[in-house]
């Protein structure tokens, strides 16, 4: 069985505890106006060009079975409709700024590449990551990448928007060691009008992971995004809601950057990307400061 990956990051820091690898597979259900991996969802294969870096020395004009691509005086343009998302512009290109995101795996390739730092995991406490895109999207791949790292010996862990059917909870609750679970609002309107989706759906999953792993198995993480949820207001209506839900551990703050500009460009989305503004030291403080008010201890992510 193959999944498609659209990256695997190795000594990742952020991704769970200890020294840990990632993998990152493609495919979301959510669309958040702030996406800071927008190559993560389709569910498909797709090309990347950076214009600023590109030679304009035509190697991959030529290469194109298709005759997809174009010399302009702006760079290389694709047309997507003749584009097969071969990769062999990607291959040929001399500096490398085309590439191709999406690759497929069998897990059996994925396990020998994270396995080799199971000595780093295991005296840091770490262990691998899947994380996405949402990697239940990919749910038959994933149990089984899971089940093959368990197999190893090593620590697993996914990381989810939450937005699943309720069929595949027991699945992630027997596979992985730890759930890195995204809370975004509590409002479920202001939650459909920024990510696409309501989050009814997502408060019952975590009620339930609650209720059935304690709260050592699961971190819910807040993605801190000025203009949507970086005010008191917001962040204490999550905060009620986990407490409500009978969650006792720490509590994840993930602050906005705005990054994945260039990564929209890249994929030819350059309109799409949405600034959500600035999320300022004193407003940082002040979402800490509640945390803590409600008796949460607050981990401040990159
Ligand atoms: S991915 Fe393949 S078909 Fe698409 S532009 Fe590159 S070489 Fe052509
Ligand atoms: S091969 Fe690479 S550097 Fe040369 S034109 Fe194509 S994208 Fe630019």
Redesign the pocket.
């Known amino acids: 069985m193959k999944g498609l990956v659209f990256d695997i990051q190795y000594y990742s820091l952020y991704d769970g505890p200890g020294i840990r690898s990632t993998i990152f597979l493609k495919g979301c259900p959510l669309r958040c106006l702030w996406c800071h991996n927008p190559e993560s969802q389709s569910g498909k294969a797709e090309?990347s060009y950076y214009a600023e870096r590109c030679a304009r020395c035509g190697t991959?004009v030529k290469?194109?079975?298709?005759k997809?691509?174009t010399m302009t005086d702006k760079g290389v343009r694709?047309d997507r409709k003749?584009?097969?998302?071969?990769?062999?512009?990607?291959v040929v290109c001399p500096n490398d700024v085309?590439q191709?995101i999406g690759l497929e795996y069998e897990p059996e390739e994925i396990t020998p590449l994270v396995s080799r730092d199971k000595d780093f995991y295991d005296t840091s406490r770490g262990g691998v990551t899947v994380s996405g895109g949402e990697p239940t999207v990919q749910v038959e791949f994933l149990f089984d990448l899971l089940r093959k790292l368990k197999a190893f010996g090593i620590h697993t862990a996914v990381e989810t928007c939450g937005y699943f059917k309720k069929d595949i909870l027991a699945g992630l609750e027997g596979l992985s060691d730890l759930i890195l679970f995204d809370l975004k609002h509590n409002d479920s309107e202001k939650h459909q009008q920024f990510t696409g989706v309501g989050n009814e759906r997502i408060l019952e999953n975590f009620c339930y992971f609650v209720e059935r792993i304690g709260s050592e198995r699961i971190i819910p993480r807040i993605p801190v995004i000025p203009g949507f949820n970086a005010d008191a207001g917001s962040i204490s209506r999550i905060l009620s809601f986990l407490k409500s839900s009978g969650y006792k551990g720490p509590v994840h703050l993930m602050p906005y950057n705005k990054m994945a500009k260039t990564k929209y460009e890249k994929i030819g989305r350059g309109s799409e990307y949405c600034d959500m503004g600035e999320l300022t030291e004193t407003m940082k403080v002040e979402i800490a400061g509640t945390v803590e008010s409600y008796g949460y201890e607050p981990v401040v992510n990159q």
């Open positions: 090309m991959c290469s194109c079975p298709q997809a691509l694709r003749k584009c097969i998302v071969c990769g062999k512009c990607a085309i191709k």
